[in-house]
C-alpha cells in the first residue's frame, strides 16, 4: 500500500534544476520524508530527509508544504550522472523497525 | 567512506539448490536490512536484523532465512532455490546511534533460479 505518489518520470535539461513532486496526503505526525535514488544496476543511495521544515546538504535540497501532504526534491543543478530513478518515502522515525517502503519512484532523466 | 559489500554481483543457481548470500559492511552498523527488488514491485524487505543473532521477518520472509553470527555480517540463505526467487537482493545496513532511517546500501546480488 503505496504511502506516496510520483510521477512515473520526467526530464530536465543538463545545468538546469530538476524539481521532483511527491504527494504524501495521509503522512503521520511523527513520519519522516525520505528521498532515495537508484541509478541503474546500484544499490539505492540516501539523498535527504525531513520532517517540516526544508533541508539542504550537498546533493540537493527538500521542501515540504506547510500541511506536509507533499514535498519537493530539488536538484539545483543536473548532471548527466544524476539519471536514476528517486524514490520518495515516508518513514516514521524511532522503534527498532525501520524498514523503507520504496514505490516505484520517478525515473528522471537528464538530457544533453 | 562507508561501504557494504556484497558477496557476488550475479549468481546462476538450479532450483532446489541452497543458496548463500552474503553481506558485509565495515561501519559498525547494527542494524542490516535484506531486501528484493522485482519490476514493477519496487523493494520489499525479506528480513532485518537489529543486532548479532537477532532476527526479524519482513513482508516475505517465506522460503528465506538468515544468519546474524558476527556484527558486520548478515547472510540471506535460500533453503531450496525456486525460480520465483529469481530477483535482484539488496542488502543494506544503519546505525542505532540516529534516529533517522539512514539506510547505506551494497551494489545488490542478482540471481537467476533456473
Known amino acids: 500500500d503505496a504511502k506516496t505518489t510520483q510521477p512515473p518520470s520526467m526530464d530536465c535539461a543538463e545545468g538546469r534544476a530538476a524539481n521532483l513532486p511527491c504527494n504524501h496526503s495521509?503522512?503521520?505526525?511523527?513520519?519522516?520524508v525520505y528521498w532515495y535514488r537508484q541509478i541503474h544496476s546500484q544499490g539505492p543511495q540516501y539523498i535527504i530527509h525531513?520532517?517540516?521544515n526544508n533541508e539542504t546538504n550537498e546533493m540537493a535540497s527538500l521542501i515540504i508544504t506547510e500541511d506536509r501532504k507533499s514535498s519537493t526534491l530539488i536538484l539545483p543543478h543536473a548532471t548527466l550522472r544524476d539519471t536514476a530513478v528517486y524514490y520518495c518515502i515516508v518513514s516514521a522515525r524511532g522503534g527498532s523497525n525501520y524498514k523503507l517502503t520504496f514505490g516505484k519512484g520517478t525515473l528522471l532523466t537528464v538530457n544533453p | 567512506d562507508v561501504k557494504v559489500t556484497q558477496s557476488s554481483r550475479y549468481l546462476v543457481k538450479r532450483t532446489g539448490e541452497k543458496v548463500f548470500l552474503e553481506c558485509v559492511q565495515d561501519?559498525?552498523?547494527?542494524?542490516m536490512f535484506w531486501y528484493r527488488q522485482d519490476p514493477g514491485l519496487g523493494l520489499r524487505l525479506i528480513y532485518f536484523?537489529?543486532?548479532?543473532?537477532?532476527?526479524e521477518k519482513g513482508d516475505i520472509p517465506e522460503g528465506y532465512s538468515v544468519s546474524r553470527e558476527k556484527k558486520e555480517r548478515f547472510s540471506l540463505i535460500l533453503e531450496s532455490a525456486s525460480t520465483n526467487q529469481t530477483s535482484m537482493y539488496l542488502c543494506?545496513?544503519?546505525?542505532?546511534?540516529?534516529?533517522?532511517?539512514?539506510?547505506?546500501f551494497g551494489p545488490g546480488t542478482r540471481l537467476t533460479v533456473l
Open positions: 561501519m559498525d552498523h547494527e542494524n
Open positions: 543494506a545496513s544503519k546505525t542505532s546511534g540516529r534516529a533517522d532511517n539512514e539506510q547505506f
Open positions: 525531513g520532517l517540516k
Open positions: 536484523s537489529y543486532d548479532v543473532k537477532m532476527k
Open positions: 495521509t503522512i503521520s505526525g511523527n513520519e519522516y
